[in-house]
């Protein structure tokens, strides 16, 4: 049996998609353990899991430093990555949302401030709306409040960051979920260990979700 490494995202999904492996049994350890460890063994399965940056996932995985990964739909997208998209975890269930001030006041050129910038420019694109990007790298519902960008897109997920900013949501752009994608060349040399593993969560999936 092929070694396979496994790349998760730090964060948010990190904890549903570990809650997930260990149903599937794998030997990963409890949430609270995890707070600094980057790589983790599972000798009994062959498999080696590193928890990276999410946005840097599908670029673990595309050059083959990770076999597969775990990575959210939105950042799946933004990175446009050279990979597969093998399956829909249906983890980590949240919203990507245009949000902004109630009475939101546009420029003539609305400013929209992002991390996801390919994401939302496509979004406005197809709407036939011209905007202005600014690219931000977290924290973004600051902008509005200051004044820098008209409103935002962002992930939503309990609405609270919005709530607690005094933002509200006014378009929803995609519902989004954690995906399992594999490296290209990984998924022909290690075709069996790959469907082994898609074959058990997709059980834990179903299980899951009814
Ligand atoms: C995301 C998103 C919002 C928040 C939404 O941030 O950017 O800030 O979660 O969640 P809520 O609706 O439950 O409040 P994340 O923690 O992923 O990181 P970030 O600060 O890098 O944006």
Redesign the pocket.
């Known amino acids: 049996m092929e070694k396979l490494v496994v790349a998760l995202p730090k964060?948010?999904i990190m904890y549903e998609a570990i809650e997930m492996l260990r149903e599937c049994g794998f030997s990963l350890p409890k949430n609270g353990d995890l707070s600094r460890k980057l790589i983790i063994e599972d000798e009994s399965a062959q498999m080696t899991f590193i928890l990276a940056k999410p946005s840097d996932v599908p670029i673990y995985v595309e050059y083959g430093a990770a076999d597969l990964g775990v990575v959210g739909k939105d950042v799946l997208l933004e990175e446009n990555r050279d990979v597969y998209e093998l399956l829909d975890l249906k983890i980590a269930a949240c919203r990507l949302c245009v949000a902004g001030m109630p009475n939101t006041k546009y420029r003539m050129i609305p400013r929209i401030a992002t991390?996801f910038s390919r994401v939302a420019s496509d979004y406005f694109r197809q709407q036939g709306k011209q905007v202005e990007i600014i690219k931000l790298n977290?924290?973004?519902?600051i902008a509005p409040l200051i004044g820098l960008a008209d409103c935002i897109v962002?992930?939503?997920?309990?609405?609270?960051?919005?709530k607690e900013n005094g933002l509200v949501e006014l378009e929803e752009i995609m519902p989004i979920t954690s995906r399992l994608i594999a490296n290209r060349m990984s998924y022909r040399m290690k075709h069996s260990e790959i469907t082994h593993i898609v074959d058990t969560l997709e059980k834990t999936i179903t299980n899951n979700n009814g």
């Open positions: 964060g948010r991390k977290g924290s973004i519902e962002d992930i939503v997920s309990t609405g609270r960051t919005l």
